[in-house]
């Protein structure tokens, strides 16, 4: 993948965090360092860590800001980074399980098993998972600063201004035309009789 210059934010330092997990795993298995049950246990709970922050990732694309602060290419990047990494776990997760241990758990999905094999643009924004850490709270603060919105927020406000008074003006002029038209009618029927 070529690199492309991107604003460091909290999405891009929670993906650097997967990519190094993600490096160290490759390399124990490159290195054949899973020969004890400790190692294989440590790997596996990192894993499930991986997958963590994979499922982060993933939910933080899905549910972009209303206001786009990323370019297309910038998000079409990071779809690329996180689909690379989602395919480079797969892989960890085969060699992994690979290697036999009386502790791990039976309901934690192989890489061949339904759970894993579903596409990434299968899931609706309902069901996409959200597990955010406690003690990182700057996942969950906006990319765009609050004077910002806020000044957005105002140009909307002041551009729905004339509208209403608009809206306003007509409704007043109307309330005036029935008034006039209900005092003709008396008038008429007035002289009428």
Not at 28 to 37: F, N, V, Y
Not at 53 to 76: G, M, W, Y
Not at 115 to 136: G, I, L, M, R
Request: charged share 25%; aromatic share 6%; proline share 6%.
């Amino acid at each position: 993948m070529p690199k492309i210059p991107l604003m460091i934010d909290a999405w891009i330092r929670e993906a650097q965090e997967a990519s190094l997990l993600l490096e160290d795993l490759e390399s124990r298995i490159e290195h054949k360092r899973l020969i004890h049950s400790a190692s294989v246990h440590s790997a596996r709970s990192k894993l499930l860590d991986l997958g963590a922050k994979l499922d982060r990732l993933e939910s933080l694309l899905r549910n972009l800001p209303a206001k786009p602060i990323l370019t297309d290419e910038d998000v079409e990047y990071r779809w690329k980074m996180l689909k690379d990494m989602q395919l480079r776990t797969k892989s960890l997760i085969s060699s992994i399980s690979a290697v036999p241990s009386p502790n791990w758990s039976k309901d934690v999905p192989g890489a061949e098993s339904e759970e894993c094999n579903v596409s990434p643009d299968c899931y609706d924004q309902d069901e996409t998972k959200t597990s955010y850490p406690k003690d990182n709270t700057e996942l969950l603060k906006a990319l765009v600063p609050a004077d910002a919105a806020s000044r957005s927020e105002g140009q909307v406000i002041s551009s729905s201004m004339p509208m209403s008074l608009t809206w306003k003006a007509c409704s007043t002029i109307l309330l005036f035309l029935a008034l006039a038209a209900l005092a003709f009618f008396l008038a008429l029927l007035c002289t009428a009789f």
